[in-house]
């Protein structure tokens, strides 16, 4: 006997039709002899419609207010859910996240989880319960408060409730196969992914892959919760997502096959790109900006400073972040340039990201080289580069990020033997 815990996104669970169909698929593994923790998004688009609505009637909504508005999404599903559960014959109890122990600071919209105490959990499924949990919300000690854990929180309500319960295996429904090489609408040739590192899920998740949310892997990753991604609508395998260096009897052994240099290449529409032309080449200059930029609340991925024109002993900086990001961060840099002693501003939202990621990256050469050449047979400019130790990810225009990543994609060997059956799955 094993204890599962499982998520359901919002897609897995838009209908009477689809709650029936996750309730016969959380009894079937309760039957088989499993304690069974589920954790549920919210309905559909539910959450987009609430905060719509919001929108409607106040400008900018009180965030406590708009948390408690959020948060009543998931109470929606998690009821009709063990209602479904219940009419199958089978004892299911819904908890809110408050009630499920979900301990979380005071930050509306954003909270990060400090706590989890699952006591009621842990009682109702000694009592032979199937245990629903109200996804993406907690209660916050200091304020006495319900929060939210930002978009997509229903990923950690799992993971951190598997590593409260010490679950063997934290399962992550939604409308996709699994992980796959790329994102199958970009690249049709993209292979589910048997089995990849939390490190590469991490490098992966962050660098615009979106099945699975980086909080979540991040969760995973420090406390050891092993994850399952896989699809509500097929009853096959997914991807497994596990620490190289760690074995679990739920995960078929890797076969004979050396573990593949490159795991995947991650495609990104969503930054922009401000460059900062004309500043001073003294020392300071690069804190003065990033500080305006980080005060606007900005999150900045990839930085380039020129090389100084010899004449001016001016440079210019570029750096990329969240497009959503990039109005703030222009008006406080604006707002400070004389100070800063910069010529101009230029905003670029047309750009694109390529990511390859693979841990094998450590120990092979050469795979910076296959992708340089990948993308310079397609005519592809590169516009900066940035690396990590698992990663190496270029901007290019945005019109040429999907060739670029078929290329790319078949330059490392990664693709598939035929098209990846995609069933228009948004990986929610
Ligand atoms: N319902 C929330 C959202 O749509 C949380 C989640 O789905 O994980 O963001
Ligand atoms: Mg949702």
């Known amino acids: 006997m094993a204890l599962i815990v499982q998520k359901y996104g919002g897609s897995s669970v838009a209908d009477a039709e689809s709650i029936k169909r996750v309730a016969k698929r959380i009894v079937d593994t309760r039957r088989a002899g499993h304690e069974v923790v589920v954790a549920v998004s919210a309905m559909g688009d539910t959450t987009d419609e609430l905060l719509d609505l919001a929108g409607q009637v106040a400008p900018i909504p009180a965030p406590r207010e708009l948390d408690m508005l959020l948060s009543s999404g998931e109470r929606i599903s998690m009821a009709l859910l063990a209602m479904a559960i219940h009419s199958m014959g089978f004892e299911a109890r819904s908890f809110t996240g408050s009630q499920a122990g979900m301990i979380t600071d005071a930050t509306h919209g954003a909270a990060r989880i400090v706590d989890v105490t699952p006591v009621r959990l842990r009682e109702a499924l000694d009592e032979g319960a199937i245990v629903i949990v109200a996804g993406f919300q907690g209660f916050s000690r200091d304020t006495r408060d319900i929060t939210t854990l930002g978009r997509g929180g229903s990923d950690t ?78 009853p096959g395998e997914g991807t497994w997502v596990l620490d190289a260096s760690k074995t679990s009897a739920l995960v078929p052994e890797r076969g004979a096959m050396e573990e593949p240099i490159v795991a995947g290449v991650a495609t990104d529409l969503s930054q922009a790109k401000i460059t900062v032309i004309g500043v001073p080449d003294v020392p300071g200059k690069a804190a003065d900006i990033f500080k305006i930029v980080a005060k606007s609340g900005a999150n900045v991925d990839m930085i380039v400073q020129n090389v100084s ?79 990590s130790e698992i990663r190496i990810s270029v901007v290019v225009r945005g019109v040429d990020l999907a060739e670029a990543a078929r290329l790319v994609h078949t330059a490392y060997g990664l693709d598939g033997d035929a098209e990846a059956t995609v069933h228009a799955g948004s990986g929610r």
């Open 309 to 387: 024109a010899a004449a001016t002993a001016r440079t210019d900086i570029s750096f990329t972040l969240p497009k959503t990001d990039a109005a703030t961060a222009l008006r406080a840099l604006a707002g400070e340039q004389s100070e800063v002693g910069f010529e101009s501003l230029v905003h670029d939202d047309q750009i694109g990201k390529l990511s390859v990621v693979g841990a094998g990256m450590r120990t092979h050469s050469g795979v910076s080289a296959t992708l340089f050449e990948a993308l310079s047979m397609a005519g592809v400019n590169i516009e900066m580069i940035s690396t």
């Open 157 to 234: 309500t799992a993971v951190a409730l598997a590593a409260a319960l010490k679950a063997d295996v934290c399962e992550i429904y939604s409308d996709v196969d699994g992980i796959f090489t790329a994102d199958p609408r970009v690249v049709p040739l993209a292979r589910k992914l048997e089995r990849v590192g939390s490190e590469e899920m991490l490098e992966l998740a962050a660098n615009g892959a979106k099945v699975l949310y980086i909080r979540a892997v991040e969760y995973a990753r420090r406390h050891g919760v092993l994850i399952h991604a896989r699809s509500t609508f097929s």
